[in-house]
């Protein structure tokens, strides 16, 4: 009841908040479909119940927030349906499509309680964010970037991104580790350990990813292995990021997931997908054995084309030895033959040869003496010849000489200082040395000059500089 004080009536808070739950339980008295988002499912393990935190986002905001339940048998029937159906469990940031009642209790305010949730309309928009992701890795250009890498014909330097404790980790070990014993192959590999479902598996398996890029140079491909799990928490797979992440992996990226059905973007985008990590590794051995058997064949085509062309060449030895011997042999009669025959021809020839060479002599010895006789007559007459023109010569160069000594003479007595004096000309001296330009005197200098009969001593007064006239 409401009392009563300095005129005014006043209500308790339980009181305000009794009417309120009187008003909402009339008011809504059934129950209705609402869709939203879950932004927390807040599952306490000890109660088994639930206390979701449910939002509606516009362009990124919040427009709408209200606290919902699911008490714990509900949880457990919903959770069943949606492993079943959707293959995951219920989990924080899905869209879901609920059944709820509207309540309100004065100790703990509004709420809506929970008590069935429709996983078909999860699966739409689970599905519906796997296929926006594949429509964006396509327009980008990027879909298909990773297959397009070269694989090492021996992949041998693993990175493993994996849990260390999963039974899929351990089976692709196992028949790794089968190859080397059975067939000595070798393979290297490293864990870098990380969650493989969930929210939180996206921002591990990226973290880990960029990781390996690090040190990508000492890795041949990247495999990513969950096993154990069947087809449960595999929506992180389809996730925008994660997928581009691998698409642009500058290494070949691997997958094992370890499921049969609904094939994940990150699978599609992979170089190689296995529907397990033992058929994962299946495949990193049957690269081996490709390779092992490629060289197999060529050991085989190699023996046999060698054994072929060993055949043949001895056949064409043969051929040719015969034809050696063959060609030999009648080298050997011709040349007997020419042999006897020159034989034969120096037995006869030498007398004859000498015969004419002495007869030649005596010709050329006939021959030198008159040759002789007319080259020295002919020297002889070239010689009084040069003898007469060399006189000539003689003279002639002697005439001309004393011209020239006589011209000489006349302009070096013409060039005398003592002449050039008698003409009117004369000769400064500042100190002994003859003045060639005025920079060379200042005031007060005492020069000499010499004239034709003597010498005069004066001193400078002023000196005046030549115009360019």
């Known amino acids: 009841m409401a009392e009563e004080i300095s005129g005014r009536k006043i209500f308790s808070l339980l009181e305000v908040a009794k009417s309120i739950q009187k008003t909402i339980s009339d008011r809504y008295k059934s129950s209705y479909w609402i869709k939203a988002e879950m932004n927390k499912l807040n599952y306490y393990p000890h109660s088994g ?35 079943r159906i959707l293959k995951e469990p219920l989990k924080d940031g899905i869209k ?3 059944l709820a009642h509207i309540t309100f209790r004065p100790e703990y305010g509004l709420a809506l309680r929970i008590i069935d949730i429709d996983p078909a309309f999860t699966l739409g928009d689970l599905e519906k964010e796997k296929q926006e992701t594949i429509t964006r890795l396509q327009q980008e250009g990027m879909f298909d970037k990773n297959k397009f890498l070269k694989l090492a014909l021996m992949p041998q330097r693993i990175a493993v991104i994996s849990v260390q404790t999963s039974k899929g980790y351990a089976d692709f070990l196992e028949v790794l580790g089968s190859a080397g014993k059975n067939y000595g192959f070798r393979f290297f590999y490293m864990l870098f350990p990380s969650l493989l479902q969930g929210e939180k598996a996206v921002s591990a398996i990226i973290g880990q990813l960029r990781r390996i890029r690090k040190v990508a140079r000492h890795f041949d491909v990247v495999a990513i292995i969950r096993g154990g799990g069947g087809d449960i928490g595999l929506s992180c797979y ?14 070949p990226v ?42 197999v064949e060529a050991h085989d085509r190699i023996a046999e084309r060698t054994i072929r062309i060993v055949r043949e060449e001895k ?31 120096l037995s006869h020839q030498p007398r004859y040869i000498f015969r004419r060479r002495r007869e030649a002599l005596a010709l050329i010895r ?12 002919h020297q002889k007459l070239i010689l009084d010849q040069q003898r007469s023109g060399l006189k000539r010569n003689s003279a002639f160069s002697t005439d001309r000489s004393g011209i020239s000594l006589d011209n000489l003479e006349k302009r070096l007595a013409i060039l005398d200082p003592k002449n050039v004096l008698k003409r009117g000309y004369s ?34 007064q002023s000196k005046k500089k030549k115009s360019d006239e």
């Open 49 to 83: 119940h639930c206390y979701p935190d449910l939002v509606e986002k516009s362009g990124g905001k919040v427009i709408a927030q209200i606290r919902a339940n699911i008490w714990s048998d509900d949880y457990q029937k919903i959770s069943a349906e949606f492993l």
């Open 366 to 377: 006939k021959d030198f003496g008159k040759w002789t006789c007319t080259c020295v007559n």
């Open 254 to 295: 691997i997958t094992g997931i370890g499921h049969a059905t609904n094939e994940t973007v990150t699978e599609m985008v992979a170089f190689e997908n296995a529907i397990t990590p033992t058929h994962l590794a299946e495949f990193l051995v049957g690269k081996f054995g490709e390779f092992q058997n490629r060289i």
């Open 238 to 251: 389809n996730h925008y990021q994660l997928a581009k992440e691998i698409t642009l992996f500058p290494l």
């Open 315 to 345: 056949v064409m030895l043969g051929s040719e030895t015969k034809l050696l011997r063959s060609v030999t042999m009648n080298l050997l009669n011709l040349n007997r033959y020419r042999l006897s025959g020159h034989i034969l021809s």
């Open 96 to 98: 879901i499509l609920f």
């Open 427 to 460: 000769i400064t001296l500042l100190k002994g040395k003859a003045i060639r330009s005025i920079e060379q005197v200042t005031e007060g200098d005492i020069l000499e000059t010499i004239v034709f009969k003597g010498k005069i001593e004066s001193i400078v």
